[in-house]
């Protein structure tokens, strides 16, 4: 089933914000292969951080992620206008299963 | 530079079939697996379903499982989606999507075509 995210979350320009992503010891927990999408509203998403830490070429350091047991986090630091935005997890879970997304935060530059 | 464009959307009605097609450039579409990933009006993500690079390997979703298959043509560099039977609930944005590895994080990802199931 969906891993679990927080429906919304906010921040000034200039703050951190931080979005959690819960699952099982069968998915998140399991494995070093979360990602995060963010997708601005009629785009397709992009992918801003996979395998737990790791960012893509062309994404800021603004965005990090982190994972302790069966949680996953995804924090942006020093906000902007363009980071507002939808943001989606997902996990690796299991070679013969098909990957999981969280059920998604919309992030609100105040 | 990489791309991947959708195609084979469109208004069907409940119980028919459509057939979505996704080419991609600037990569050999056969040295990855592919998926396709739906998002319901205004909700969230869902993994529909993934075909490894050889097209040996398939997954689905319970959802769509014995409705839908999923194919390629690495030949064409293009990868498809049969959907039969089709429901409301199927109504969705498909988007065709290209995975770094076997069901790993998806690096890039077409716009998008959309599927309304209606009579």
């Known amino acids: 089933s969906a891993l679990t995210q927080p429906p919304s979350a906010s921040g000034s320009p200039g703050q951190s914000v931080t979005i959690s992503c819960t699952g099982t010891?069968?998915?998140?927990?399991?494995?070093?292969?979360v990602s995060w999408y963010q997708q601005h509203p009629g785009k397709a998403p992009k992918l801003v951080i996979y395998?737990?830490?790791k960012r893509p070429s062309g994404v800021p350091d603004r965005f990090s992620g982190s994972k302790s047991d069966n949680t996953a986090s995804l924090t942006v630091s020093g906000l902007q206008a363009e980071d507002e935005a939808d943001y989606y997890c997902?996990?690796?879970?299991?070679?013969?299963?098909?990957?999981?997304f969280g059920t998604g935060t919309k992030v609100t530059v105040l | 530079e990489v791309q991947l464009l959708e195609s084979g959307g469109g208004l069907v009605q409940p119980g028919g079939s459509l057939r979505l097609s996704c080419v991609g450039s600037?990569?050999?579409?056969?040295?990855?697996?592919m998926s396709w990933v739906r998002q319901a009006p205004g909700k969230g993500l869902e993994w529909v379903s993934v075909?490894?690079?050889?097209?040996?390997?398939?997954l689905y979703a319970d959802s769509v499982k014995g409705r839908f298959t999923i194919s390629r043509d690495n030949s064409k560099n293009t990868l498809f989606l049969q959907m039969n039977s089709l429901r409301a609930e199927d109504t969705a944005v498909f988007y065709c999507?290209?995975?770094?590895?076997?069901?790993?994080?998806?690096?890039?990802w077409g716009q998008g075509t959309l599927v309304t199931v209606s009579s």
């Open positions: 999507a290209r995975q770094k590895q076997w069901l790993k994080a998806v690096d890039y």
């Open positions: 600037g990569f050999n579409l056969g040295s990855y697996a």
């Open positions: 075909i490894s690079g050889n097209g040996g390997n398939t």
């Open positions: 010891s069968s998915d998140v927990g399991g494995y070093n292969y």
């Open positions: 395998e737990v830490n």
């Open positions: 997902s996990s690796y879970a299991g070679s013969n299963n098909l990957c999981v």
